[in-house]
């Protein structure tokens, strides 16, 4: 999202607390660029564990009371003096604020957490493009409607789809690609509050018939043609950038593991 002064100011005080074990996730690791189709008003921070989520928490927040910003800590989903999965907190300097979320999520990735020079460390695009392809199957939230077209302009709806069966086992591709579909749509009054830039809705119902429906051709394509193509795997190229092998055959499967590895390519000795 194009961040506001206030949001840079906050996320330079958190962003040296950042590492692998607590990173950025959701739209902020798509949207913190300055051309971004959307705002947020809050920031999340992923933990594969849920001690890490305990202690990081809370380094957040004296480092931010020690910058001189309140901190209101929410406990919606359970106490801060105790183990919890979710935190939350609202970061309050004057008129201005933002929201804080800390959440322990899965550590099943298809790529290791990575450096940024903004955000220190965060999410693989390609993981955060699985993360909303699954969030869009289950619920209609208008940001993930704007992200999944936009994480669509970098890597294949169809691979998205694919790969992203692989951290829900209960999907199959045209299954998913079905649930989102269906929830696919924009909350009537939400658009205008959330976008950074003109974002034309029926342009984008358009957009996203039409890769829907392309996704949906190749994923039938790809099932007819290489029934034995395990479901659930990402496919890269030599450099390790996700693509579609349907478009490429000489892409080749990666699959997804625990916090995720990369891509490597061994000589092979000839006969």
């Known amino acids: 999202m194009p961040l506001t002064k206030f949001q840079h100011e906050v996320l330079g005080v958190i962003v040296a607390n950042r590492s692998e074990k607590s990173h950025f996730a959701g739209g902020l690791v798509l949207n913190a660029a300055e051309d971004s189709p959307r705002y947020s008003k809050d920031f999340d921070v992923f933990h594969d564990e849920v001690s ?3 202690v990081t928490s809370e380094h957040d927040v004296v480092s931010l009371e020690s910058a001189g910003y309140a901190v209101e800590k929410l ?4 106490e801060w003096d105790k183990p919890s999965s979710f935190r939350k907190a609202i970061v309050k300097r004057g008129d201005e604020q933002v929201s804080l979320d800390w959440a322990h999520d899965s550590a099943f ?5 990575v450096t940024d020079p903004l955000l220190g ?7 955060m493009a699985v993360n909303k392809a699954l969030a869009l199957s289950a619920r209609t939230v208008t940001r993930d409607y704007i992200d999944i077209l936009e994480l669509a302009r970098i890597y294949p709806l169809e691979a998205i789809v694919w790969a992203a069966c692989g951290k829900d086992e209960g999907f199959s591709p045209l299954f ?3 649930m989102m579909r269906r929830f696919a749509k924009i909350e009537p ?6 976008r950074a830039r003109e974002l034309d809705p029926i342009a984008m119902k358009i957009e996203w018939i039409t890769i829907s429906d392309k996704a949906e051709e190749e994923i039938i394509r790809l099932a007819d043609t290489r029934p034995d193509m395990p479901i659930g795997v990402a496919f890269v190229d030599d450099k390790g950038e996700p693509g579609w092998i349907g478009a490429n055959p000489d892409l080749r499967i990666h699959y997804g593991s625990i916090r995720g590895c990369w891509p490597t390519i061994s000589a092979v000795d000839e006969p």
């Open 52 to 54: 890490d989520l305990d």
């Open 75 to 78: 406990n919606a989903y359970g």
């Open 109 to 113: 990735r298809y790529f290791p957490i």
């Open 121 to 127: 460390w965060r999410l693989h695009l390609f993981d």
């Open 176 to 178: 998913l690609l079905a």
């Open 189 to 194: 009054g939400t658009l205008d509050k959330i």
